[in-house]
């Protein structure tokens, strides 16, 4: 079993400090929405966000998109054989049925991920998609590990590796792949300590989606060889 | 060098006959834009839609959008071994260039294919995206045949093969790969005449980033194997 979890995921509600910008309530207003019950969005709310620590590295629920759409429509979901996991930079973990349908559009991916905050699961009756807070990266990595799982966390500070001759020669079968969940920067300091394994599969620093994408094929690949 | 082309993608503007109805003339004055400029969506225009033919089948730009971004973000993109390319439902074929910084937000997206659609090429001054029209797709792979390339046809009705192993003992290293960029049905008949190989890696039906993905990683793995 592969659980991927992105992580340091910049996923998180407006904060309150930028609700009054006239950027922000321009979009409150276009969905009819109070702000601190929107998503923060870097390609919305980019002039609102220069006040905010790390403005350049937050409101990316693109990202998360992504990741969650390429996890559960591979064919190692599909297989039985993957978990997906969501950790955002504000410390609540996001645990995504391996049956859940998610929103190919993305306005319809955002609003869903504001239910997800507000309710805790959605949909309520039976939850496919379910948010637990507080729950520090560290404390959820350690979680996976107590779990049996071996962690490695992709970095382009890592070991060089060929990812698809890692996998077919890794003895353990339970892995959790830690992929960073921003788009510059790079993870806390206390990941790389608790890693089993960083590993760097391109010198140049890669997309989330790519190295989704690398680790689903390359692990699925190594599972059926 | 490996070709991706999206075939038979489902990126249109709206047709005039629906450029009336309530959602479009809607969406029309959300945007600020005339419909026929706007590109058709199912997830904006689904009741409009119903009126036309293969209607549960058309308006996905989504599609295309995550599949160039899985293509020029991927390793072989950056090894400068990919060219990537969308034929449309409408007998137009876009060349996205391997520089190019294609948006991550969905609607800036489609704002540039609008503008694509109107102006042919973008940005207008050294373009990066270009479409020709009209060209069939029979045309367009004939091309690349002409051009030395092996053609492979993505379909579950293929011949089934692990990919990896496929790309490792192919002889020609050109190769263009054909994916579908439709949610539901088939190619036309036509491209499974014209394909050298028809290829399916999964029992079941796949999204079109999930076939990519798996292009786009087995096909590196070989080259660097």
Redesign the interface.
Known sequence: MLTVALVDAQLELIPSSITNHVSVVRSAR?RGKPAEKMLL?S?LHHSAMQKLPDANRRGRP??VH?FI??CL???LN?MGELRCLVHTVNDQLITVAPETRI??????FVGLMEQLFEKKSVPEDSPLLTLREPISATDFVEECRCGGNRIVLFSERGREV?L?KYFKELKESSITCLVGGFPHGDFAEELYTLADDVLS??P?N??A??VT??I???YK?AL??
Do not use: F, G
């Open positions: 276009k969005d390609s693109d990202i992504v759409m390429l429509d591979s064919i599909q929103p190919r559009n993305y306005n319809r060929r698809s599969i391109y140049t890669l997309k989606w790519t994408a690398e689903l094929v390359n690949n059926l060889s």
